[in-house]
């Protein structure tokens, strides 16, 4: 209660000190601008130290808001992600080329999945996503996506896997911080066509 009425006191020596500067008592005198006002109430003893003192805490707590903000974007992103690339390889598993080399029922199967995976997350932009699958332990080359040469390689009983990577946001600026990716990958499956 003690430590109460001293703030008090202080706030109270602030304003009055404040208000000094502002009339300055006189009849006829002019009024002071706002950094007048500031200056004379700074050098009226310690009445501006609570506002040095926010002055000197104020950009901690702006980057620490930042930061907060930044982790909180790109762990939405990173959630959008995976459950982007679980929708894919639920759709791969399942929708996987039937018999191999003798039927194509995905003409474009990087194509198909990533349609599924764009489908399932609307915060991402497409544009950002790279996807590299790997089909029976060798990685294939998708270009913007796409990937018809192999096609045959999507059949029945093969094994795969998805990774895909989207660039960090550097949090209410919204640039990209270079380096910095969110990669999710998913287990190997075995493709099942139902």
């Known amino acids: 209660m003690k430590r109460l009425s001293k703030l008090h006191g202080r706030a109270l020596k602030f304003a009055s000190g404040f208000c000094r500067a502002?009339?300055?008592?006189?009849?006829?005198?002019?009024?002071?601008?706002?950094?007048?006002?500031?200056?004379a109430s700074l050098?009226?003893?310690?009445?501006?130290?609570?506002?040095?003192?926010f002055a000197l805490v104020l950009p901690?707590?702006?980057?620490?808001?930042?930061?907060?903000?930044?982790?909180?974007?790109n762990t939405c992103n990173y959630?959008?992600?995976?459950?982007?690339?679980?929708?894919?390889a639920r759709y791969l598993k399942t929708e996987g080329n039937t018999s191999g080399n003798n039927s194509s029922n995905l003409a474009d199967p990087c194509q198909a999945v990533f349609?599924?995976?764009?489908?399932?997350?609307?915060?991402?932009?497409?544009?950002?996503?790279?996807?590299t699958y790997t089909l029976n332990g060798s990685t294939v080359k998708s270009t913007g996506n796409s990937c018809t040469d192999y096609s045959d390689n999507f059949g029945a009983g093969g094994t795969f896997s998805i990774t895909a990577s989207y660039p960090c946001s550097?949090?209410?600026?919204?640039?990209?911080?270079?380096?910095?990716?969110?990669?999710?990958?998913?287990p190997t499956m075995k493709i099942t066509p139902i």
């Open 22 to 39: 502002t009339a300055p008592g006189r009849a006829g005198a002019r009024a002071l601008s706002t950094g007048s006002r500031l200056r």
């Open 115 to 131: 349609t599924q995976m764009m489908g399932s997350s609307s915060n991402l932009d497409p544009n950002k996503i790279t996807v």
């Open 43 to 53: 050098r009226s003893g310690d009445e501006g130290q609570s506002l040095v003192e």
């Open 60 to 73: 901690v707590l702006a980057m620490l808001l930042t930061c907060i903000f930044w982790m909180g974007i």
């Open 79 to 88: 959630m959008a992600l995976s459950d982007a690339v679980e929708v894919g």
């Open 170 to 186: 550097a949090g209410i600026y919204g640039t990209n911080l270079s380096g910095c990716k969110l990669v999710v990958s998913t």
